[in-house]
């Protein structure tokens, strides 16, 4: 996205600037002395590109359990309640006030809102870290040359009690995100207890009983950090019940309701931020109960009204083993796979291109024209790692070699087909952040892998971005 290039961000503000002056001056010192006490001086915030690394070297332990708290905590313990920053405004925000307040023409501020944009862009999931979070943005800023970022947000976390927030993790990543110039993508999910339904299994994640409680809490987000979140995808997995665990069941139109509060909320608040629906897991079962097949709940999400709520229309797929390009129906066989699910039991579920292609042609048949924002997608690979995680057989069978390449083979699919506005790759630093613990299901897709070596797929994404850069003229 030509707007969200840091470099060209930093020399839109700085002709933003001397325009500025140039305004001021004629209207008077007045003027200039009252819009100077209101918002500030802009000022370029550099960023000096780190040398290329081949391994980073921060310290490290290991969590006790799989899970986002547990991986913060494994770098340092979380206090109950962190002092909060001030948030400050972007300098597309502070231009955008400027303007107004200088009743110019809006079109000579050179801005673009994320909503208005669909140019094509890949971000990459950054696990939070109290200690070294300026590492890992400007790991993506410099080395991997992205401009999105995606962070999940745990609603149970920062308001465990009605009214009562720590904020600790979003005052380090937001204001950090924005320091480097990066738009951030954020997915919301889990209701506290205290939001849940009654009698419901609070064992289990699920939706608050009034979806207006969740719309009020991403609005407090939205207050607390004008101008630093871009993106927000509501919720995620919603067709399985382990992500869903509701007494009304995995109904549709529970969530479209969950998703039209929140969608005119944001939109009340700032309008350009995109809404991304809560992307869907192919699960290749449905029973109703535990989980609905992720095409037959898109169907019923569209009949729900789903697009009428829903700037883009979220995704998942994590790959398997085999490669983005094959269609469910036509997977040529590979006879060294350990893994044998999408060789010998074929099922959309397994393809990646399938998978995606048949979102957008079901969007695109109901009238819809929002593109597909891709919040997930990776292959994992065990390579150099001791053991793997349960369930995550399929691992065994990729190479370091094969996740690079069916990556980068992704990427291009995804710019080819046209059909994807944004895709976040799962994951920069789960692997270090853990430990590498060969338990954890997120480290065989760190591209970051064990004694902190970049994993192949770390040089070819940066890679990538700087030719994906030049061939569209950011």
Not at 72 to 101: F, G, K, M
Not at 387 to 405: I, K, V, Y
């Amino acid at each position: 996205m030509a707007a969200i290039q840091p470099r060209r961000k930093r020399k839109s503000v700085r002709g933003f600037v001397i325009a500025w002056v140039v305004i001021t001056a004629m209207m008077g010192a007045i003027t200039f002395a009252a819009i100077y006490t209101a918002y500030g001086v802009l000022q370029e915030d550099p960023i000096v590109d780190a040398p290329q690394q081949r391994s980073l070297a921060i310290p490290t332990a290991t969590p006790e359990k799989d899970d986002a708290a547990a991986v913060a905590q494994a770098v340092t313990p979380v206090p109950t309640l962190r002092p909060s920053a001030t948030p400050q405004p972007t300098a597309d925000s502070q231009a955008i006030a400027l303007a107004q307040a200088q009743q110019v023409d809006p079109t000579a501020v050179p801005t673009t809102l994320p909503v208005n944009d669909r140019t094509y862009a890949v971000g990459i999931q950054v696990q939070e870290s109290f200690d070294n979070q300026d590492v890992w943005m400007s790991t993506v800023v410099d080395q991997l040359h992205m401009n999105w970022i995606k962070q999940q947000v745990r609603w149970e976390d920062i308001e465990p009690e009605r009214g009562q927030f720590d904020w600790g993790l979003l005052d380090t990543v937001l204001p950090s995100a924005a320091d480097h110039g990066l738009y951030v993508m954020l997915s919301i999910v889990t209701a506290p207890d205290w939001a849940r339904e009654q009698g419901v299994d609070l064992s289990r994640h699920g939706p608050p009983e009034n979806v207006q409680d969740y719309s009020n809490f991403v609005a407090q987000i939205l207050q607390r950090y004008p101008g630093m979140v871009h993106a927000i995808e509501v919720w995620n997995e919603q067709n399985l019940d382990r992500e869903w665990t509701s007494t009304r069941g995995l109904t549709a139109a529970n969530y479209v309701e969950l998703l039209r509060e929140t969608f005119q909320t944001v939109k009340a608040i700032d309008p350009g931020i995109i809404v991304i629906s809560g992307a869907l897991s192919p699960t290749g079962f449905s029973d109703g109960i535990a989980a609905w097949d992720d095409f037959v709940y898109m169907d019923q999400l569209i009949a729900a009204g789903m697009l009428n709520y829903a700037d883009c229309v979220g995704a998942h797929h994590n790959g398997i083993n085999i490669g983005p390009s094959v269609t469910w129906d036509n997977v040529p066989n590979d006879p060294t796979a350990t893994f044998r699910g999408p060789f010998d039991n074929p099922h959309h579920s397994w393809s990646f291109r399938s998978t995606l292609q048949t979102y957008a042609n079901k969007v695109a048949l109901a009238g819809g024209d929002q593109p597909l924002c891709v919040t997930e997608f990776g292959w994992a690979s065990t390579e150099d790692m001791d053991g793997f995680p349960q369930g995550f057989e399929f691992a065994n069978d990729n190479t370091l070699a094969e996740q690079r390449d069916w990556t980068i083979e992704a990427l291009n699919n995804m710019e080819q087909w046209d059909i994807v506005w944004l895709a976040f790759l799962w994951n920069l630093n789960y692997g270090p952040q853990a430990g590498w613990d060969s338990s954890n299901d997120n480290v065989p897709y760190s591209i970051i892998g064990p004694d902190w070596n970049f994993r192949p797929v770390f040089d070819a994404l940066g890679d990538w971005q700087l030719q994906y850069q030049e061939r569209i003229g950011q």
